[in-house]
């Protein structure tokens, strides 16, 4: 069971990341309109 | 005498021409009379085939690709929008970053689809100089950046206007980014004690589990430290908004929920730190990480509902005019209406509404003035006579002097009776905060006994049995027992074409009481239709071929009322229309001299003599309904037809009626139309004798308000600024499809769909959310007394605590989840 001592940190880090990008998404507006860019994404031109 | 020739480019036209050619822009029938097979494109107005024109010059024709069916045309206006350039309105919505850009933010009217999106974000290519171009088609917001030396906002606006995208002003700007930030800080609080709570629990279950089997001592220590390393950063950020309520509320001598909450967190994360360090005893830990996440879940629920109604009515509040065209020695401009001065003279030309008090001195018209009196017939006005701001000008251009403009008008004055009214309003007492002081004084009670008891007898066990019950007792279900219920409601009620602003309104309405509703626009449609038809069949498709071009309201009703009729009016030759304003119209079709108009400028002759009514016409025009307007059909001098044309009582109206004064409501309907008209309409819906009331000015509907209110819970219903002070002053306030916007930002519920029973809808929904709370509250108490109890007897360990706090919260969810208010299955039960 040793291994725990490695891969419960390791899975700790891995939420810290998950966390963060989170935060960055939302402090950078993403979560404020959750329905315009998916409607914006069908316009593929290259205007 | 005013003169126009039709056909005219008005935009109504297409609604009433049914037909196989559909308009190359907006996709509805193109009417008849617009039909030039010469072109290769058909379209429905000029509105429609000017945007059109922009899109195909700059090579945007791939809109049409992606096009959803337009709602409809695009209206044609010849708007300049001048008054956006104007420095007042600068002032107000624009900001000027270092670098020349502008920026303000827009709302747009008419934008539904992904296509709407693609060419508003396109006016970049369009407009030179407009840097940026952003929609949020939820809101109907557009964010627009633009180099100031290049291009003027009048111009950017005029092209989004001619694009079908009418812009207004948004006035909360300021306020909206305050709540931006708000938003992104709950969420990310949120988000931060979900993920915190989620590998706590997968710790605690390591835990317990381990107790259950046996675990090694030293894993068992490390995934206490671990939860204990986990659950400090949720204290650090998302914990802290509770201790900071809780600190507010003491230094305020208040019993707030955040109390006990902040004072379980603390209490528990100081004694699982200690039980931690020293490495023996419970630690807590999942059960704070997971009451932090539920408590802020339940606050966010309760805020969203709130906001999504408030930005609706947001929208409706920003499309009011907010501009006036003055007249001085330079001509014709357009100004912010806040800049309009008394001594100024402003053209208002037909369909168009007053921007401030004033003299008539040029021209004679009609004038609507629904909006301020609730008269749902046109009055007509000739020079020196007064006209108000928000009435709506009817038939013809006139020249005002302004008298009072903003605050000192009319209008204004009575809005500041409504916002007073609106702060008077007791605030309601929920039922959630009514309990929360007792719940707060009888957990602290109880921990303290607990803990005095136990340590009286010598008990090992008396601090963690107190901290027990103060975490098995946080009121975690409780908090989410009412905000739910009211979320779920509330979020139904919306898909059900009803936007409830606050949940105390659910409360109020949920048990019957009185209801007091305007007549114009709220019990009847509060438009012009076509009622009785006397004389000749055939004579309709002679009117509609030559209402159909006219802006009158009375011709609105005609087309409204013939529809049936319109290939027929196609096929006629109308010749030299003429409108004569405070008459009708005249015109020659197919040779024949028709007059459509008042019965006393259809029954004057040009000669002067009696016109001769066909005589069996004679006895069914007297017994026409008097409290409707009359219009007499002339053909070669001689009367052959009569209609009358009103304000029809919605067609649901008498069943939505009679089904809240069974639900057990008092109905009242008080209006500002003449008595004659009140009672008539009153008669036909059962109300009683004294309780259908007219001629009652918007003080007058105020005060009786005020007066009913002293005898019990009022409910004000109604569409128009005169109800806005009454629906301010009452207990709930309803605002109906169709309102002002003033009525509509007073009101806390308000029905987006046309008819009355969405009312019995709502009365019966609310009854169904309160008992939905009821039977929340009722289980999570339930659950409380349970584990306060267990915790008192010292048989609460950690295992059932974590089991049963999680359940409590589950059962409210599902139950609020599941409960039938405002559900399709409770409709059906009703309908």
Redesign the interface.
Same mark, same amino acid.
């Given at each position: 069971m040793s291994v725990l001592y490695i891969v419960v940190p390791l899975a700790m880090v891995i939420v810290g990341a998950a966390v963060f990008a989170f935060i960055w998404s939302a402090k950078s507006g993403q979560m404020d309109d959750l329905e315009t860019p998916a409607v914006r994404m069908l316009h593929d031109d290259t205007q | 005498m005013i003169t126009e020739t039709l056909p005219s480019s008005d935009t109504d036209a297409e609604r009433v021409l049914g037909g196989e050619v559909r308009c190359t822009h907006c996709t509805l029938p193109v009417p008849a009379g617009f039909v030039d097979s010469a072109r290769e494109r058909q379209f429905c107005c000029n509105g429609c085939a000017t945007a059109f024109a922009i899109l195909h010059q700059h090579g945007l024709d791939?809109y049409y690709e992606?096009a959803q069916k337009r709602e409809a045309p695009v209206r044609a206006s010849a708007r300049r929008y001048e008054e956006f350039d104007h420095p007042a309105f600068a002032e107000r919505y624009v900001v000027v970053s270092d670098r020349g850009v502008a920026r303000t933010e827009l709302y747009l009217e008419g934008v539904h689809?992904?296509s709407c999106?693609?060419l508003v974000?396109?006016v970049p /290519?369009i407009v030179s100089g407009v840097v940026r171009a952003e #929609? @949020?088609?939820?809101?109907s917001r557009a964010v627009v950046e633009w180099d100031a030396l290049a291009v003027s906002l009048s111009a950017i606006a005029a092209t989004l206007a001619s694009l079908g995208y009418p812009p207004h002003p948004f006035r909360g700007v300021a306020r909206n980014a305050i709540r931006?930030r708000e938003?992104?800080a709950m /969420?990310?609080r949120i988000?931060?004690a979900g993920?915190i709570a989620i590998?706590v629990m997968l710790a605690a279950l390591a835990l317990y589990s381990g107790e259950l089997n046996g675990m @090694?001592g030293s #894993?068992t220590r490390?995934?206490r430290w671990?939860s204990f390393? #986990?659950i400090i950063p949720a204290f650090v950020w998302p914990g802290r908004v509770f201790f900071t309520g809780a600190w507010a509320a003491l230094r305020t001598r208040s019993l707030h929920m955040d109390l006990p909450i902040a004072l379980a967190l603390a209490v528990g994360l100081i004694r699982g730190a200690i039980n931690t360090i020293i490495d023996s005893g419970p630690i807590y830990f999942d059960g704070l990480a997971l009451l932090i996440f539920a408590l802020l879940v339940g606050r966010f629920l309760q805020q969203r509902g709130q906001r999504m109604a408030a930005d609706a009515a947001e929208l409706l509040h920003a499309l009011a005019p907010v501009s006036a065209r003055v007249v001085d020695a330079q001509g014709i401009h357009e100004i912010p209406a806040d800049a309009l001065l008394p001594g100024m003279v402003l053209d208002v030309r037909a369909g168009e509404s007053f921007a401030a008090d004033g003299i008539v001195i040029e021209g004679t018209s009609t004038v609507n003035a629904a909006l301020l009196t609730g008269e749902s017939r046109p009055v007509s006005v000739g020079t020196s006579e007064h006209v108000f701001a928000g009435t709506h000008n009817i038939e013809a251009p006139l020249r005002v002097l302004v008298e009072q403009a903003g605050e000192t008008s009319r209008i204004a004055k009575l809005m500041q009776q409504v916002a007073e009214s609106a702060r008077r309003r007791a605030p309601v007492v929920q039922m959630a905060n009514r309990m929360a002081g007792i719940f707060v004084a009888v957990v602290l009670t109880a921990a303290a006994i607990t803990w005095l008891v136990k340590w009286r007898m010598h008990s090992a066990h008396a601090l963690d049995d107190a901290i027990a019950l103060l975490i098995v007792t946080c009121p975690c279900a409780l908090a989410l027992a009412t905000p739910l219920a009211i979320t779920v409601a509330v979020g139904r009620a919306a898909g059900r074409g009803i936007l409830i602003k606050g949940g105390d309104a659910l409360e109020l309405l949920s048990t019957p009481a009185t209801l007091v509703l305007d007549k114009t626009g709220t019990v009847t449609e509060g438009t012009t239709s076509l009622v009785s038809w006397i004389g000749d069949e055939r004579v309709k498709s002679v009117v509609l071929a030559l209402e159909v071009g006219s802006s009158h309201p009375l011709a609105d009703g005609f087309r409204r009322g013939l529809v049936d009729y319109a290939d027929e009016a196609s096929r006629h030759v109308v010749r030299d229309v003429k409108h004569v304003a405070g008459g009708g119209l005249e015109a020659t079709v197919d040779g024949a001299f028709v007059r459509i108009g008042s019965p006393r400028f259809v029954s004057r002759a040009t000669e002067g003599s009696a016109v001769p009514i066909v005589p069996a016409l004679q006895d069914a025009m007297s017994a026409m309904d008097r409290t409707l307007t009359p219009v007499y059909v002339s053909i070669d001098g001689q009367i052959v037809a009569a209609a009358s044309l009103g304000d029809r009582v919605r067609a649901d109206a008498a069943e939505s009626l009679a089904a809240l004064r069974a639900a057990g409501w008092k109905t009242i309907m008080l209006s500002g139309d003449a008595q004659e008209v009140v009672d008539a309409v009153g008669a036909s819906l059962g109300f009683a004798a004294g309780d259908a009331i007219g001629a009652a000015s918007p003080e007058d509907k105020l005060a009786f308000v005020e007066r009913a209110k002293l005898r019990g819970r009022v409910v004000m219903v109604g569409d128009g600024v005169n109800d806005a002070a009454a629906i301010a002053a009452a207990h709930v306030g309803i605002g109906v499809h169709g309102g002002a916007e003033a009525c509509l930002s007073t009101a806390d519920v308000y029905l987006t769909r046309p008819g009355l029973d969405g009312l019995v809808e709502l009365t019966s929904g609310a009854h169904d959310t309160m008992r939905v709370i009821r039977r929340n509250i009722g289980f999570s108490i339930g659950y409380n007394v349970i584990g306060a109890s267990l915790a008192m007897l010292g048989l609460l360990n950690p295992l059932i605590a974590a089991v049963l706090m999680p359940t409590s919260s589950l059962t409210v969810v599902l139950g609020s989840w599941y409960g039938r208010s405002f559900s399709r299955a409770r409709l059906r039960s009703l309908s």
């Open positions: - | 791939r992606f689809c992904a999106v693609w974000e396109r /290519l #929609l @949020d088609i939820r809101r931006t938003d992104r /969420l990310m988000g931060i993920a590998n @090694d #894993l490390f995934f671990i390393g #986990l």
